[in-house]
């Protein structure tokens, strides 16, 4: 699959068309090395990363058979990065039961010197709508850090509740839950399927 290729695309009333394409390490690395290392990423936890060190970590990623990086288009130019992961596998493991259809989620806006009023928003509503456009999908597994309060009102904002406090090596999160009812609820967008 090429990085060119849209894997999913939406079009938001308001700020225009989103789309989400493969990530390619590689030709990628620049332009994530300048986001994960900005100030406004300090919860991404790469501030100090050196570009080798972003094309390694993407490299992991997309090899890894239960983790996927993707990049958000915005009118055709990458301003948000995408990941999901298999919590049953990763990041999660041992801290809660996971259940068949559980999908990990991160989600990282890109740095802006002209902010668009309602871009985050319409950011993690087309994260949430290209995960839940997979039927296999039940529920979205959100664990931000506790202490990043920003997420917690955009996470609420698009269905999600939170459950729990858990502890993780990096950090202590914020577990929270979004089930396909709970996001078309919030949001208005029904995916089509019914689980």
Known sequence: MSTTDT?????????????????DPF?????????VTHPKASFWMMQDASLPDVEREYMRITAH?????YI?????????????????ELELVGLY???????????????SDRPLHGFTRAVITTVMAA????????RVVVEPD???????????????VPERQVTK????????????AQFEAATGIAQGVSI
């Not at 009333?13 to 394409?21: H, K, M, P, Q, Y």
């Not at 058979?65 to 990086?69: D, L, T």
């Not at 506790?146 to 999600?160: E, I």
């Not at 090596?169 to 396909?180: D, G, N, V």
Request: charged content about 20%; proline content about 7%; glycine content about 8%.
């Open 169 to 180: 090596p990096e950090k202590e999160a914020l577990l929270s839950f979004c089930t396909r």
């Open 97 to 111: 039961d996971a259940q068949p259809g559980d999908v990990g989620m991160h989600f990282l806006v890109a740095p």
């Open 146 to 160: 506790v202490a990043n309060t920003a997420v917690h009102a955009l996470n609420a904002v698009v269905g999600f």
């Open 72 to 88: 958000g288009l915005h009118e055709g130019r990458p301003a948000f990065l995408m990941e999901t992961y298999d919590p049953s």
């Open 131 to 138: 995960i839940f456009a997979d039927p296999a999908t039940a």
């Open 27 to 35: 030709a990628d690395a620049e332009l994530l090395h300048g986001w």
């Open 7 to 23: 894997l999913y695309s939406r079009t938001d009333s308001v700020l225009g068309d989103f789309a989400i394409r493969p990530l």
């Open 65 to 69: 058979e239960h983790h996927q990086a």
